[in-house]
C-alpha cells in the first residue's frame, strides 16, 4: 500500500460507549448516508465510539450507517494489534485499473455469513479525515477490500447484495429467525 497521508486519532478520551449494531434485513441499512459538513467534538466523539464498537465485535471496519447514524463516515482496522485505526469521512473511490479480485466477505450486519465477493482490484480513495482535512490512499488487498464494502454501506449496499439471491433470502431467513428467538 502506498500511504500518502493519513491520520491517527488520539486514544485518549476515555469516554467511550458501545454502540448497537443493525442486522440484515434491517431496512435502516438500505438509507443512503448524508456527506458531513461539520468537524466538531461530537464527530471525534462517534468516531472513536464507532471504533471502539468495532473492536469489540470484533470487526475490521464499521461504517456510520450500522450503528443507524446516516453520516458519511467509515472506520477500519486491519493491523492485528488495533494499532492502526483510520477514519474517512466523505470518501470516494476510484477505481484506477480494470482488474477484478475475488475476496471472501463477512459483516457485521450479515453476522455468522462469509460468501466470496468481486471488486475491483486497485483503487484511489479521496477522504477528509477527523478535522476535515483531505488525504488519500492508494490501498491493496484487505484494506482495499473493506474501503469498498464500507464505502457500499453508505450507499445502502450490503455485501449479500452480491451474491445469488436464493443465497441471500436463506440468510434472510435465518437471520429473521435469530432475531425473533432473541426478542
Ligand atoms: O469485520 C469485517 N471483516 C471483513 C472481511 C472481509 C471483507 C470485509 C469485511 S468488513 C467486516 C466488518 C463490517 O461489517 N464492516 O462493514
Ligand atoms: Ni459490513
Request: aromatic share 6%.
Amino acid at each position: 500500500m502506498r500511504l500518502i497521508f493519513h491520520h491517527k486519532l488520539n486514544h485518549t478520551d476515555n469516554h467511550m460507549a458501545l454502540l448497537n449494531i443493525l442486522e440484515f434485513p434491517d431496512s435502516r441499512l438500505r438509507k443512503v448516508a448524508k456527506p458531513i459538513t461539520v468537524f466538531d467534538a461530537a464527530l471525534k466523539q462517534l468516531s472513536e465510539d464507532m471504533l471502539e464498537t468495532m473492536y469489540d465485535a470484533p470487526g475490521i471496519g464499521l461504517a456510520a450507517t450500522q450503528v443507524n447514524v446516516h453520516k458519511r463516515l467509515i472506520v477500519i482496522d486491519i493491523s492485528e494489534n488495533k494499532s492502526e485505526p483510520l477514519v474517512f469521512i466523505n470518501p470516494e473511490i476510484t477505481p484506477l485499473s480494470d482488474q477484478q479480485r475475488e475476496w471472501e466477505e463477512g459483516c457485521l450486519s450479515v453476522p455468522g455469513y462469509n460468501e466470496v465477493v468481486v471488486r475491483p482490484r486497485d483503487i484511489r480513495i479521496n477522504a477528509l479525515d477527523i478535522n476535515g482535512d483531505a488525504f488519500e490512499m492508494e490501498p491493496d488487498e484487505l484494506l482495499a477490500v473493506c474501503i469498498q464494502h464500507e464505502l457500499d454501506h453508505l450507499n445502502g449496499k450490503l455485501f449479500v447484495d452480491y451474491i445469488s439471491s436464493f443465497k441471500r433470502q436463506r440468510i434472510r431467513k435465518k437471520l429473521e429467525k435469530a432475531h425473533k428467538q432473541r426478542a
